[in-house]
């Protein structure tokens, strides 16, 4: 992978360091109170490098994430902003990647999206103009050329450090390494994962992901999902698709009484974790959970990863604001 004469975000920062990279998912918010946000996401000052504020997750609707984003940046906290393709089309999106730019993200995820009847409003209509590698080949033109992709110019191209996901998971397993690869050469630079419950199947992927040189050219932060009780765990299995719940997982937790489970699944995660820094080409961890703040702060903790490195790039609002 490239590096740049500076970093463009506090993330960067830290993956061009060579540090080891903790992100997590912000709780999602289904109010227009700014406290609501500031709440969810203060756990997380100091455990995390980077949040990801979601863009209608699973079909959902929440608050909008550029919004989200724009809060967390007035409290010092480093925003990665997601885009999916599902809600808009390429107007929409490169508008909406540039206003989020004007607002201080530097940091954006591009994605699919997932369909519209895996959410509450099935009746709703799809867009899915571009599928992610698309967005992520406008987003790096955007950036490295200067132009809208009509070809027409920016008279301020963004700075974003750009990220993909992937799914090793999700069958057929074998072509993730090559979906990879392709978002990787579309504009990639970081690639966040679906959750790992599956250690040997991420460890394949990760084998996969180093010999064919993917792991050099983009930072890989493995997924990792702290359960906070067999339920959680059975819905995962169950409902959402993609995930590989192994049946030892659900045992695990319904082996323990209620009120022990989210406990057990704080020591799950950590054991994933530890089992994931071990192997080569992850560069870091992207931590979930319901609940998120307090789950992945102890998780962060327990992995000796608390607190994160002090960066000279802070999260930084237009205005030059910033509060950490």
């Known amino acids: 992978m490239s590096e740049p004469r500076a970093p463009r975000s506090r993330l960067h920062e830290v993956l061009l360091s060579g540090r080891f990279a903790v992100t997590a998912e912000l709780e999602t918010t289904d109010g227009g109170d700014p406290a609501e946000v500031h709440e969810a996401a203060a756990p997380l000052v100091g455990a995390v490098d980077a949040v990801n504020c979601t863009d209608n997750s699973a079909a959902h609707p929440h608050i909008s994430q550029v919004a989200a984003a724009k809060l967390l940046l007035d409290r010092g906290i480093e925003p990665i902003a997601q885009f999916t393709c599902r809600d808009r089309n390429r107007l929409a999106l490169q508008a909406d990647l540039l206003g989020a730019h004007a607002l201080g993200v530097r940091n954006v995820l591009l994605m699919t999206g997932d369909d519209v009847t895996a959410g509450d409003h099935p009746e709703a209509k799809p867009i899915y103009d571009l599928d992610s590698i698309h967005l992520l080949r406008i987003a790096r033109i955007m950036r490295d050329e200067g132009t809208y992709v009509s070809g027409r110019k920016l008279t301020s191209p963004p700075t974003f450090l750009i990220g993909a996901v992937e799914n090793p998971f999700a069958p057929p397993v074998d072509y993730r390494p090559l979906r990879l690869a392709k978002k990787i050469e579309a504009g990639a630079e970081f690639v966040q994962t679906q959750i790992c419950f599956n250690v040997e199947r991420m460890r394949e992927f990760m084998r996969q992901a180093v010999d064919s040189g993917a792991a050099e050219k983009a930072w890989?932060?493995?997924?990792?999902?702290?359960?906070?009780?067999?339920?959680?765990?059975?819905?995962?299995?169950?409902?959402?698709?993609?995930?590989?719940?192994?049946?030892?997982?659900?045992?695990?937790?319904?082996?323990?009484?209620?009120?022990?489970?989210?406990?057990?699944?704080?020591?799950?995660?950590?054991?994933?974790?530890?089992?994931?820094?071990?192997?080569?080409?992850?560069?870091?961890?992207?931590?979930?959970?319901?609940?998120?703040?307090?789950?992945?702060?102890?998780?962060?903790?327990?992995?000796?990863?608390?607190?994160?490195?002090?960066?000279?790039?802070?999260?930084?609002?237009?205005?030059?604001?910033?509060?950490?």
């Open 220 to 324: 890989i932060l493995a997924g990792v999902y702290v359960p906070r009780s067999a339920a959680a765990a059975r819905y995962l299995r169950d409902w959402v698709p993609g995930i590989d719940v192994p049946e030892e997982t659900v045992r695990r937790l319904e082996g323990v009484p209620r009120d022990r489970q989210e406990e057990e699944g704080i020591r799950l995660a950590v054991e994933i974790c530890r089992e994931i820094r071990e192997m080569p080409g992850v560069a870091g961890l992207h931590l979930m959970s319901i609940k998120v703040g307090r789950a992945v702060v102890r998780v962060v903790d327990e992995l000796g990863l608390h607190p994160r490195p002090v960066t000279s790039t802070a999260a930084r609002a237009p205005d030059g604001g910033t509060s950490s």
